[in-house]
Structure formats: structure tokens, C-alpha cells
């Protein structure tokens, strides 16, 4: 017996009401795999989207939001969110994620052939405590299998966002795509480009987070080998997929540009997985126009700008990506001088420990190398030396104060202490306030000329 805890109110609701109520998709699927839940409480009836709601405030719950076209209603029990539809069958504009036009039916096998996968396609009946299984969902969901609720060519080519759910899903389950799954994906990967930027974004970030879904271990690698299989990636991150076949230097690399930057990410933390993703997102560019990968940072930067841009990703993530990928290659040979690692350390220290990260992830894809990174254990050296000697990381520890520079303008004052905190950076004995004063006197004196 399926063993899904349902809510008391939903059990309420199923009762009171006219008409069969199911619980569908993921946390049928979920629990019929052995999953953890994920709490996503999609339900769905042959009833309208007034009755339905109507029934559902009598018994309690808020109704959000009712969308008589679409047969929609957004409603919360005060701790869970749910989404009801109305049994229906959709018709697409070929790859858009929105349908043209919305059929209502009594019919739950019509119903179910509308959806992306026959795993998702399972229903769970409230009051009878039973399973409707109208397109032999069950038997995928017990092969970990993932096929088309009808010819994968016609699901991919209604709606161009399954082809990242299809990898989204695959990566965060561990559930392997059916070889006419992939390969319909694969033909009708072009009709990404019918989706929103927006939407895009979202479930590329899901996909770089599968792994803490359901806690499956390198799991967003999965699905990002997924979308490279499918071609999809060469469609929402061509900059990214021009580095497939590239040739790195067999003594540092084991696997292309591509491969690499796949692996820095499958082996990064979560806070820097587009950071990994995209740290050397420069080299196909200067490869191809210079036959060497020199300056591949700074184009990166530019690239990852541009991409992050064209899928808008919030500011100051951009920012961030940004600043990452142009420092990534700082002291890749361990060979820079301790001051100039200090004042890197210094000037960036809002964002060091991701630095720590990309730089880490950066070494383990080379060679699938999970040991520290030799310049790591060098840089590690010297912070402990300059927490040691009271060395200033912001400008909150700099022992002097923008008011008490009283000969230097109000408008360039945080210039001058922006050079003083750099200035201290290489000997912590310096950042006492009598021997900066003096020093932005001669930093003043410098301006001036």
C-alpha cells in the first residue's frame, strides 16, 4: 500500500466533495519511489475550477487565486500551497510553454496523456486511498525510468521547457530517460529558444542544484550532461558548448574545455556552481581566434556577463560570476609574490572564501582531484599569517576613520582608504591610525601630482 501522508483538510475536502479528488505527480511519484517528499501538492478532479474552489473555502482553505481558462486554482491550507486543475487536454503553438487552447474532460486517461511523463502521470485518489494508473506510470516509476506520455517527438515539440525538465527531472530523481525520450528531445532541442529567458534561468539553477533535491550525489552533473546529450545546451549556452572538443594540455587536463568545465562544476560547492559552470566559458572564443587559450579570464568575464545578462539572472549574482571567472587563474602556478597575494586577498575580500571555492573546483576538474589545491594551501599560509599579524580584511578593521583625514577632501576619502587598507595589507603592523594618517598624507601628495 502507497503510503502518502496526506493533509486532514485535503482528506476533508476529498470527502465533502461531488466528485473523485487525486493527488498527481511528484508526490506520487515520490512515494511510490521511495523518495523523500517534495511537497509539491498538484491536485486535480473532473470538476470545474469554481465548484471546485467554492467547495474548497467551505472546508477551510484560501483560495490564492481561480483561473477559469486554464480550469487553475492557487489555494493554501495555512501551512501547504496547492495547485488544482481541472481534468483537460491542452493544444500548444509548437514549443511554446503556454497552450492556445484548454479542453475540458471527465476523462482521467485524456487527462493524463496531456502531461510530460507517464511517471508524473500517476493519481492518487484522496477518499478511496487508491491508484489511477491510466498509462502504466507505476512500472516506470518501479524501472527509475522516465518516458513520454505519448510519441516523444509530439510532447517535446508542444512545450519547449520539458526538454529542461526532462534533465531537471532525470538529474534530480536519478530516473533514466527511455532512448525515444532523448532522442525526442534531441530533435526538437531548437524550440528551447520559445521559451522565456526568464524560465530558462530558473531551470537551469534547479538543474545545478538537483543534487539537494533528493540528496543524490552529483546529481546536477547528470543533468547537465543531459542537456549536453539533447543539444539543449548548445542552445542556451552556446559559448559554453563551443568548448566541447577543445584540447587542453595533457599534463594539467584530463578532458577537453567542455568536459572540464562540467567536471569543475560537478565537483563544486553550491554556492559557486555558475561560477564553475562558467569559469572558462572565455576559452573556445580566444582559442579559435588566437590558437591559444591566453586571456581566456578576461574574455570570460565579458562572456559571462553576456550570458547571465541575456538570461536574467539578478545583478549582483552576475556581479559576482563576473568577478569570479576574471580571477579565477590568479596564481594558478603558485609562483606570485606573497604582497601581491595579500592585496588580492584584501581587495576582494567580500568574495574570497567563493574565490576559495571556484579555484578548488577549477583544480578537481582538471583531473577528478579532490585533494586541496596546491595554491589553496598557499593562500591558506598566508591568511593565517595576516590574521596573525592584525592585518585589515575591510575597511570596518582599518584602525582610521574617513572623518579623521581632516586635509583630505570629503569626496576622495574613500579613495585614499581604499589604498591605505591595500597598503596595510602587506604587514599588519602598519594599520595603526598615527601611521596611516601619515601615510595619506604621501597617497594625497601622489593624487596631486
Same mark, same amino acid.
Given at each position: ?355 576559495? +571555492?571556484? #579555484? ?5 576538474? @582538471?583531473?577528478?582531484? =579532490? $585533494?586541496?589545491?596546491? %595554491? *589553496?594551501? &598557499? ?37 585614499? +582608504?581604499? #589604498? ?5 595589507? @602587506?604587514?599588519?603592523? =602598519? $594599520?595603526?591610525?598615527? %601611521? *596611516?594618517? &601619515? ?11
Amino acid at each position: 500500500m502507497i503510503q502518502i501522508q496526506i493533509p486532514e483538510k485535503l482528506k476533508a475536502l476529498a470527502v465533502r466533495a461531488d466528485f473523485p479528488l487525486y493527488v498527481v505527480g511528484g508526490t506520487v511519484r515520490d512515494a511510490l519511489a521511495g523518495l523523500p517528499s517534495s511537497q509539491d501538492w498538484d491536485i486535480c478532479a473532473p470538476a470545474d475550477a469554481e465548484h471546485f474552489s467554492a467547495l474548497a473555502q467551505e472546508s477551510g482553505f484560501t483560495v490564492n487565486g481561480v483561473y477559469k481558462n486554464t480550469g487553475t486554482v492557487n489555494l493554501t491550507d495555512g501551512e501547504r500551497k496547492y495547485e488544482f486543475t481541472s481534468f483537460r487536454t491542452d493544444v500548444y503553438r509548437r514549443g511554446e510553454h503556454a497552450p492556445s487552447k484548454v479542453t475540458f474532460t471527465k476523462d482521467i486517461a485524456t487527462d493524463a496523456r496531456r502531461r510530460d511523463f507517464k511517471c508524473n502521470a500517476v493519481y492518487y485518489d484522496v477518499a478511496k486511498e487508491t491508484i489511477e494508473d491510466p498509462l502504466g506510470g507505476v512500472k516506470d516509476i518501479e524501472q527509475r525510468s522516465l518516458s513520454t506520455t505519448r510519441e516523444a517527438d509530439e510532447v517535446f515539440s508542444e512545450d519547449g521547457l520539458r526538454l529542461m525538465r526532462l534533465a531537471r527531472q532525470a538529474a534530480q530523481t536519478g530516473f533514466v530517460p527511455t532512448l525515444e525520450c532523448i532522442f525526442g528531445a534531441k530533435f526538437n532541442a531548437a524550440l528551447i529558444a520559445k521559451i522565456s529567458p526568464e524560465r530558462i534561468y530558473a531551470e537551469l539553477q534547479l538543474i545545478l542544484h538537483a543534487d539537494e533535491k533528493y540528496g543524490r550525489q552529483y546529481a546536477h552533473y547528470e543533468g547537465l550532461k543531459l542537456l549536453e546529450g539533447t543539444d539543449v545546451l548548445n542552445y542556451i549556452l552556446p559559448e559554453l558548448a563551443a568548448g566541447k572538443g577543445l584540447p587542453q594540455r595533457k599534463d594539467f587536463h584530463d578532458h577537453d574545455v567542455l568536459e572540464h568545465s562540467l567536471r569543475a562544476c560537478k565537483y563544486s560547492d553550491r554556492q559557486v556552481r555558475l561560477s564553475a559552470l562558467l569559469h572558462d566559458v572565455g576559452k573556445p572564443a580566444v582559442y579559435n581566434a588566437e590558437g591559444h587559450y591566453h586571456g581566456h579570464d578576461a574574455a570570460g568575464e565579458k562572456l559571462a556577463r553576456d550570458i547571465l545578462e541575456r538570461l536574467k539572472a539578478p545583478k549582483k549574482l552576475t556581479d559576482t560570476v563576473c568577478r569570479l571567472v576574471a580571477l579565477h587563474m590568479y596564481d594558478l602556478d603558485g609562483k606570485a609574490k606573497e604582497n601581491k597575494v595579500r592585496r588580492l586577498i584584501v581587495a576582494n575580500y567580500d568574495i574570497y572564501p567563493l574565490l576559495r +571555492l571556484v #579555484k578548488q573546483a577549477d583544480y578537481s576538474g @582538471c583531473k577528478d582531484d =579532490l $585533494n586541496l589545491c596546491p %595554491t *589553496l594551501q &598557499k593562500w591558506d599560509g598566508i591568511v593565517k599569517k595576516m590574521q596573525e599579524e592584525g592585518v585589515p580584511f575591510s575597511l570596518k578593521q582599518l584602525a582610521l576613520r574617513g572623518d579623521a583625514l581632516e586635509n583630505v577632501p570629503p569626496y576622495r576619502r574613500g579613495k585614499i +582608504l581604499h #589604498k591605505l587598507l591595500l597598503w596595510a595589507a @602587506c604587514d599588519g603592523s =602598519l $594599520n595603526n591610525e598615527k %601611521t *596611516l594618517k &601619515k601615510q595619506a598624507e604621501t597617497f594625497l601628495e601622489e593624487s596631486d601630482d
